[in-house]
C-alpha cells in the first residue's frame, strides 16, 4: 500500500512539472505575439490595440500561476511588453 501512495506522488509531481513546464511555453508564446503585435502597431502595420490589451490582460491572468525562475523572467518580459505599450517607447524582442 505503501509503495502505491509513493507512485501516486511521484506521478502527481511528475504532471506537475509538466503542467508547469507546459504553462510557461504559452505564456512565453503570447509574450512573443504581444511584441509581434506591439511591433506592427507601433509600425501601423496591422493588429488592433484592443488584441494587445486582450492578450496583455490573458498573460496576467496567467502568470500568477508560475513560480520560481520562471515568472520572474515571464513578469520582466511582460513589464517590458506593458512599458512599451503605455509609454509608446520602441519595441524590443523580449530577451
Not at 509513493?6 to 509531481?13: F, G, N, T, V, W
Not at 490573458?58 to 513560480?67: H, M, N
Not at 515571464?74 to 513589464?79: I, K, N, P, T, V
Request: proline letters at 2%; one cysteine or more; a positive charge.
Amino acid at each position: 500500500m505503501m509503495t502505491h501512495k509513493i507512485s501516486e506522488a511521484r506521478k502527481l509531481a511528475e504532471l506537475r512539472a509538466l503542467t508547469d513546464r507546459q504553462l510557461t511555453a504559452l505564456i512565453a508564446n503570447r509574450l512573443e505575439r504581444g511584441f509581434a503585435l506591439a511591433w506592427r502597431l507601433e509600425r501601423k502595420a496591422g493588429g488592433s490595440y484592443e488584441d494587445l490589451t486582450r492578450l496583455c490582460s490573458e498573460i496576467e491572468r496567467l502568470l500568477p500561476a508560475v513560480g520560481g525562475a520562471d515568472r520572474a523572467r515571464l513578469q520582466a518580459q511582460f513589464a517590458q511588453l506593458q512599458d512599451a505599450m503605455n509609454f509608446g517607447m520602441p519595441i524590443r524582442t523580449a530577451s
